[in-house]
């Protein structure tokens, strides 16, 4: 990492550097990985992991990059990546797979491609892959279970959630991807599912105004009061404005729910540390728990896309809080020796943005703190956002990069890195796509148009009066 910050001043040398890693990580998964879900770029073979099922769904990482190739121009990367969902992407799989990861992944990075190229093929596979979802609804509530078997349809609870529950961030981040199912099959049971989903969350009383991270999906209560805009929680609050966004804002429900949400989670979540830092807790039935893991630091980007449609007097509030909250977040990258970010950082006990425990030190390749500089960029324009974008190239340059590919790091706070021999997929959706788009022009997927589902997979805005068919 040779580059810095004045040739980066180009605004055409950085979305080339971003381009060179995601080819680079593309080539090595390719030579040593393809058809698996994962690059192991230590051990240089595939890896395959739960989340789709042993005998599941596989090339998770041909999936989830489509978007990222085609909108970078490699397009002959693009094409194999299309020609592997032609000739060997299964749907006819038997395992075991997670509704919400099959949703995010799959069936957002196959919509995204379809709407970017047009190809039928995508859509084809998308319809065909939504039908095998459906069995996941069959429960008493309708809110579904988290882990589904492709072939049998049957659906079950993920050993771990307590009592049978759903999560949160699982069941509730379906909306956007199931919206355009529709719109695509022409079928309405989709969007019939998840307003199902939204109606029993409106019904269902709030402790304070917010929503617990456990569903039953029998009863339809909450099973515990833990609280989080972090992990098993988070992507809910996201699809919440994403909805309205997405609906060319005339989803006035997803509207009216995410501000109150938002303004639940300003009353009893948000705090200020010792020395100046905003920061979102954890809440254990009233308790704060002074926590935020990477995955809340999204939340900087989310509550910035939404300043705009707030009650006119808390607009600048919003986005300042969207400011605080990713400038902590960036603390948390600069007060480690790596200058990346622990998967949670803690504010008691005289720590400020940094991890404690041993176990919160590792950084696997996460994107929600580049994310929210992204849209932070696009809303402010403030030059910071792509400075401390290029630093965080520069720690994944040095740190992350191996001789094939990209790798997870087990500890930010020590140079002598050791590596954890995994390059997630979602370093290919999201990680290096939000770097491509943070260093080029805002008419390159442009916020206007188009909204970017939890895996960075961009979704078009669905025109009122307008069909999607007149979209190309
Ligand atoms: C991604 O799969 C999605 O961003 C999801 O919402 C949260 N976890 C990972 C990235 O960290």
């Known amino acids: 990492a040779t580059t810095n910050l004045i040739t980066c001043g180009d605004r055409f040398v950085c979305p080339l550097f971003m381009l060179q890693m995601m080819k680079f990580a593309w080539d090595n998964y390719k030579r040593y990985a393809w058809g698996k879900n994962e690059l192991r770029p230590l051990t240089r073979n595939g890896h395959i992991g739960n989340m789709f099922g042993e005998c599941g769904l596989r090339g998770a990482s041909i ?50 491609a379809y709407y970017l190229t047009g190809e039928e093929l995508f859509k084809n596979k998308v319809v065909e892959l939504g039908e095998k979802l ?55 049971i989709y969007t019939e599912k998840v307003m199902n989903i939204r109606k029993l969350l409106n019904k269902i009383e709030k402790p304070h105004g917010l929503y617990p991270n456990f569903l039953s999906p029998v009863s339809g209560n909450w099973v515990q009061h833990h609280v989080s805009i972090g992990g098993l929680g988070d992507s809910f609050y996201e699809y919440l404005i994403k909805s309205y966004l997405m609906s060319d ?43 935020m893991g990477h995955l809340a630091c999204f939340s900087g980007g989310m509550i910035g896309i939404g300043a ?83 630093e965080a190239v520069e720690a994944l340059e040095q740190h992350c990069r191996v001789d094939s590919g990209f790798s997870g790091i087990r500890d930010v706070y020590t140079t002598t890195v050791s590596h954890d021999n995994m ?27 188009w909204v970017f589902n939890t895996e960075a997979h961009p979704l078009p805005i669905i025109r009122t009066n307008c069909l999607l068919n007149e979209f190309f």
């Open 249 to 291: 804002k005339t989803d006035e429900d997803a509207k009216t729910t995410y501000y109150n949400a938002l303004e639940a989670i300003e009353a009893n979540l948000v705090q200020k540390s010792p020395g100046g830092l905003t920061y979102m807790a954890e809440w254990r039935g009233g308790i704060l728990d002074h926590k």
């Open 134 to 188: 459906l069995p996941a609804f069959n429960t008493p509530t309708g809110i579904p279970r988290g882990v589904i078997n492709l072939g049998s349809g049957t659906s079950w609870s993920w050993g771990w959630a307590s009592a049978g529950s759903s999560i949160l961030a699982e069941f509730g981040t379906l909306h956007l991807e199931f919206v355009h199912l529709t719109q695509l099959s022409n079928n309405p």
């Open 423 to 449: 390059q997630q997929s979602f370093f290919l959706s999201e990680t290096l796509k939000y770097l491509y788009l943070l260093f080029s022009d805002d008419d390159l997927l442009p916020l206007e148009d």
């Open 63 to 112: 999936i989830d990059s489509l978007d990222t190739l085609y909108v970078m121009g490699l397009m002959d990367e693009y094409n194999e990546a299309k020609e592997w969902v032609q000739t060997s992407l299964d749907l006819n799989s038997n395992g075991e797979a997670s509704l919400f990861e099959v949703n995010i992944r799959y069936v957002g990075g196959l919509l995204s």
């Open 308 to 390: 705009d449609d707030g009650a006119p007097e808390k607009r600048q509030h919003y986005l300042d809080l969207a400011a605080e909250i990713t400038h902590t977040c960036h603390e948390s990258y600069t007060r480690s020796a790596t200058k990346l970010g622990p998967e949670a950082f803690r504010f008691d006990s005289g720590a400020e943005a940094t991890a404690t425990r041993l176990s919160d030190r590792y950084y696997i390749l996460r994107p929600e703190v580049i994310e929210s500089y992204m849209y932070m960029w696009r809303l402010t324009h403030d030059p910071k956002y792509r400075e401390w974008g290029w």
